[in-house]
């Protein structure tokens, strides 16, 4: 018992120091996982009538009661996994072509003349071009449209992995 | 009748598959096609798989079902995997020709595509040959140096199949041991009969007794 609480302790303590994003960037990107996709979301397939459907009808075909809970579960599990994975490639984040393709140092003068009424100072104008040559250096390394939703749809892989792992191995034990 | 491309061969999409009271696909979401895709053409692969298997039951035709899912992933991944070099050889031409900036990377990607499919129109042929011109590039030339550009993506896209790929070898254990179950179950009623058919009724009698 007290060995189990030393280890747990000792796991928080460690998660505490490893895990999760640590830049600012990487933790606002990770902000926004479960919004993408929801399947960090525990789901609630029991009350549903679906998945008792799917039990009787698993139960016919000579699985055992444990059995058939296990692959109805995998089988609602592994499509909800596969239904996030359609919806994330078909709906990947829009291309803003007007910063991708603007002329940054071309767009000077007119970054001079936003910032004239404040009164703004030469070191302001190049802070403003600088920080739109960031967000144009960043939109441009996300890529196109295809480049997008093959590296949103790849985030998908370790659900899909487990999800299938689950069904088969509830599928074979049965 | 319809020709599947997949296996190259003609298939009745009409064809009865299972008791369909007793199917559990219509109590799984469904997948999804793309607008451009054929619905046609997705339910004759499913039939060209089921018709491999004797006999299947309802879970072996759920499974199935995944998998032709998982075939059609394949298909996407690996168009996106050369739709992945068109849009970095837009990017590339895009980058070397400054006058470029200000007419957008889409028109120009937009033009490469129909140039590459061979159904560029005369401006849009115009466009791309200026821009490799432009570039000091040949088109065999753009390609390598996108392939080595959208080298991370493609990567990204080849773990995806790779992925689908995976799933298959599992959804094909799952299936494999339904069948064998349902085989085994079959074999065990089989010998039964034959030693109930076998056995007369004294014989059987006096099995029970021993055993007891």
Redesign the interface.
């Known amino acids: 018992m007290t060995q189990n609480l030393r280890r747990n302790l000792a796991n928080q303590c460690n998660a505490l120091k490893s895990t999760g994003p640590k830049s600012v960037s990487g933790k606002r990107a990770s902000s926004q996982n479960s919004r993408k996709h929801g399947l960090n979301v525990a789901p609630d397939f029991e009350s549903s009538r679906e998945y008792r459907t799917l039990v009787d009808l698993i139960a016919e075909e000579g699985f055992s009661g444990f059995a058939c809970a296990d692959i109805a579960t995998g089988l609602l599990n592994y499509r909800r996994v596969m239904d996030a994975y359609y919806d994330t490639y078909t709906s990947p984040e829009p291309v803003d072509e007007f910063l991708r393709d603007v002329n940054v140092k071309a767009s000077i003068p007119i970054f001079r003349e936003l910032l004239s009424p404040s009164g703004s100072e030469p070191q302001d104008v190049t802070e403003m071009a600088s920080f739109f040559a960031d967000m144009q250096r960043q939109e441009r390394r996300k890529g196109g449209p295809v480049s997008r939703r093959s590296s949103d749809t790849h985030k998908l892989i370790r659900y899909q992995r487990n999800g299938i792992a689950r069904l088969s191995r509830a599928v074979r034990q049965g | 009748m319809l020709y599947n491309d997949h296996f190259g061969i003609y298939v009745d999409v009409a064809m009865p598959v299972e008791d369909k009271s007793?199917s559990?696909l219509p109590?799984?979401?469904s997948?999804?096609l793309?607008p451009n895709e054929s619905d046609a053409e997705f339910q004759s692969g499913l039939q060209s798989l089921l018709s491999e298997l004797d006999n299947p039951?309802?879970?072996a035709v759920?499974?199935v079902s995944?998998l032709n899912?998982c075939l059609w992933?394949i298909r996407?991944?690996t168009v996106?995997k050369e739709?992945?070099l068109h849009?970095?050889m837009?990017?590339l031409l895009?980058k070397a020709g400054s006058n470029w900036?200000?007419s957008?990377?889409?028109k120009l990607?937009v033009a490469l595509e129909h140039y590459l499919d061979g159904s560029a129109d005369k401006y849009q042929a115009g466009l791309v040959e200026e821009a490799l011109v432009e570039a000091n590039l040949t088109l065999s030339d753009l390609r390598v140096r996108a392939f080595k550009d959208?080298a991370r993506?493609i990567k990204?896209?080849d773990?995806?199949i790779h992925?689908q790929h995976?799933?298959i070898r599992?959804?094909q254990?799952?299936i494999d041991?339904?069948d064998y179950?349902?085989r085994l179950?079959k074999r065990m009623d089989l010998e039964l009969a034959a030693l109930e058919s076998k056995q007369p009724v004294k014989g059987a009698l006096t099995l029970d007794a021993k055993s007891s």
Do not use: Y
């Open positions: 007793k559990l109590f799984l979401s997948p999804k793309l039951s309802p879970l759920a499974l995944q899912e992933w996407r991944h996106d739709l992945l849009e970095a837009a990017r895009s900036m200000g957008g990377n889409s990607s959208a993506h990204m896209v773990d995806l992925r995976q799933t599992h959804l254990r799952s041991s339904i179950k349902s179950i």
